[in-house]
């Protein structure tokens, strides 16, 4: 891998709306929405702020928050103004920084998930003295099985192997049981034994690491539970999932499923369309469980972020189809792999214009197993991606 493909420009911190980060397209704006959730008002509110101040597409994260690109400096005040107005904006930058919590998506108004994201996103807003690195986030798991475990997050309250709630430090082997009550006072008393750990030094820092250094809290020692597959699109109990290519969608379509009911954004580059049962096809969304642009993610690519050193999206596309069943593959712009930072089955790795790497059962920064690989390399014999070098 070439110097400036394994040295990209590392920031320590997510975009905000109050924060944002300018890319090559503009600034990109992130809406942290309350509980993950839009009432249709909302979304199509949201859909036209896009297409006015933005590049007209919205893009659900890794973290289900919702994404603006191509916003001109000029325009942040009036579009802040704006989100405000809708209620998606936070008191301040700091409070919104804090405020990093994954809900599951299939909750219930009342339920345990529900009640418990709701006071740990108002503990952690009140939390002024609570100095978290940027990327540092909680998840919120307490259905029937843990969904997100394959989700990153830094401190996890979930559904542990007993049927209780257990509160658990990432990358740990055993959790705390924990009561619905008091789950929000031990995730923030976990929390401060991070910092108080050396988790973050110069302000940076994941939990993930700090475990593998230091092992779990002392008082931890509880079983966790074996978390379900990622979900699939189709029906569920709450509304229909629907899924989003590259987790990208036009704001005319996002506005239209808003027409279905409430949006809640998933982790999984998809939408929950609370209580509708039959969408149409739209532009940009995926609908067929069987659809092969699932096993693939591929980031904004080049030349829509800085970092990126070639496109990404048309080359996954292309390669989807050719793809064994259940394989993934990640196409990064960059060695950062923002949009699948773990490892993963095949993933390739951009150095250049239209070259890249090819990593397989790892990350995007990981040593390669073929380098220098052309797009049309890759599009002309596909099967370079599995085969025995």
């Avoid at 049927?163 to 705390?176: C, I, K, P, T, Y």
């Amino acid at each position: 891998m070439t110097a400036a493909a394994s040295d990209p420009k590392v920031y320590g911190w997510c975009p905000g709306a109050l924060r944002p980060m300018m890319s090559g397209d503009g600034l990109v704006v992130r809406i942290r929405a309350p509980l993950g959730r839009l009432s249709p008002d909302q979304a199509r509110a949201v859909a036209d702020l896009s297409s006015r101040f933005g590049n007209g597409l919205l893009d659900v994260s890794a973290r289900a928050n919702l994404q603006m690109r191509g916003v001109a400096a000029e325009d942040h005040g009036a579009l802040i103004a704006a989100l405000t107005a809708l209620g998606l904006v936070d008191r301040d930058a700091g409070a919104e920084a804090r405020r990093n919590v994954l809900l599951a998506p299939f909750w219930t108004s009342g339920d345990d998930s529900h009640r418990i994201a709701s006071a740990l996103s108002a503990a952690l807003v009140a939390a002024s003295d609570l100095p978290l690195p940027g990327k540092f986030g909680f998840a919120v798991d307490a259905g029937p099985a843990p969904v997100l475990q394959e989700i990153a997050a830094d401190i996890r309250i979930e559904r542990g192997a007993e049927g209780g709630l257990s509160l658990r430090a990432d990358g740990a082997e055993v959790a705390l049981p924990v009561s619905a009550d008091a789950a929000v006072k031990e995730a923030l008393a976990l929390a401060r034994w991070f910092l108080d750990q050396g988790g973050a030094p110069e302000g940076r820092g994941r939990m993930q690491r700090l475990i593998a250094r230091r092992g779990a809290p002392d008082s931890h020692g509880a079983t966790v539970a074996k978390g379900a597959p990622p979900p699939l699109p189709g029906l569920t109990n709450e509304g229909q999932l629907v899924a989003l290519e590259f987790g990208q969608i036009p704001a005319q379509s996002f506005a239209a499923l808003a027409g279905f009911g409430p949006l809640r954004l998933t982790p999984w580059r998809m939408l929950l369309v609370e209580g509708a049962r039959d969408i149409a096809a739209l532009p940009g969304l995926i609908l067929d469980a069987t659809d092969p642009r699932l096993q693939v993610t591929a980031c904004t690519g080049a030349p829509g972020c800085l970092q990126a050193h070639s496109a990404t999206r048309d080359l996954a596309r292309d390669l989807a189809p050719h793809l064994p069943p259940n394989t993934r593959l990640h196409v990064s712009g960059c060695a950062k792999g923002c949009a699948h930072p773990g490892p993963c089955a095949l993933t390739l790795t951009a150095t250049g214009p239209d070259h890249f790497d090819l990593i397989r059962n790892g990350p995007a920064d990981a040593r390669p197993a073929l380098t220098s690989l052309s797009a049309a390399q890759l599009r002309a014999a596909p099967d370079l991606l599995t085969k025995a070098p």
